[in-house]
């Protein structure tokens, strides 16, 4: 398992642009390898936390499908790159998905 956390200094707002594209452009399948994603908001902008099956796996995602959102949305990918914290999951469990009612 692979996992990372990314510090992102833009607000809540530029997350729920991001994920609309994301997921726009994922449809209804899965990202291939995807167990956990959580973003919230922090005091210096978000974070997302993910665990993946494998680092490769999360590799192919951002650059197939969030590097597109991105383009899709007018941001260069040339801006500076988020702090990110990698880590290797001791454990996950995922006994369902929650959806929140409002973004």
């Known amino acids: 398992m692979y996992g990372y956390v990314l510090q992102i200094n833009e607000p809540i707002e530029a997350y729920n642009a991001l994920h609309k594209e994301v997921m726009d452009l994922v449809g209804s399948n899965d990202p291939a390898g995807l167990l ?55 454990d996950v469990i995922t006994p369902r998905i929650y959806t929140p009612t409002s973004r």
């Open 36 to 90: 956990v994603h959580l973003a919230y908001a922090t005091d210096r902008g978000y974070q997302i936390v993910e665990v993946w099956e494998s680092k490769d796996q999360a590799d192919a995602f951002n650059r197939d499908i969030v590097s597109q959102a991105y383009t899709r949305l007018g941001i260069p990918m040339d801006g500076p790159a988020p702090d990110v914290t990698e880590f290797e999951p001791a």
